[in-house]
Nanobody, 119 residues
Framework: QVQLVESGGGLVQPGGSLRLSCAAS????????IGWHRQAPGKQRELVAGITSGGNTNYADSVKGRFTISRDNAKNTVYLQMNTLKPEDTAVYYC?????????????WGQGTQVTVSS
């Protein structure tokens, strides 16, 4: 099993930056694909950025060029660097770990961290 703990959220002004961290327990972290998702009030949860076990990344169109996802397997941590933040980025951000199905049939989620972009 994997436990995920997000941190780094907070209140920031438009145009500002935050770096979110997702720290994972467990010894097989490097084989998991990791995603950052967000959910704003009254909206569905959406994938913001993902990084595979091999380091390939993908981003939602709304954050391309502003957000960067990265991972440090030695620290069992995935980061989401968020720059040029906009009010519409306000949401609870969740980390999601997806293992290879031969290894573990279930996905894992963290408890979320609140990001508020407001002046």
């Amino acid at each position: 099993q994997v436990q995920l703990v997000e941190s780094g959220g907070g209140l920031v002004q438009p145009g500002g930056s935050l770096r979110l961290s997702c720290a994972a327990s467990g010894s097989a972290f490097s084989i998991y694909d990791i995603g950052w998702h967000r959910q704003a009030p009254g909206k569905q949860r959406e994938l913001v950025a993902g990084i595979t076990s091999g380091g390939n990344t993908n981003y939602a169109d709304s954050v391309k060029g502003r957000f960067t996802i990265s991972r440090d397997n030695a620290k069992n941590t995935v980061y989401l660097q968020m720059n040029t933040l906009k009010p519409e980025d306000t949401a609870v951000y969740y980390c999601n770990a997806v293992p290879p199905r031969y290894y573990d049939p279930q996905d894992y989620w963290g408890q979320g961290t609140q990001v508020t972009v407001s002046s």
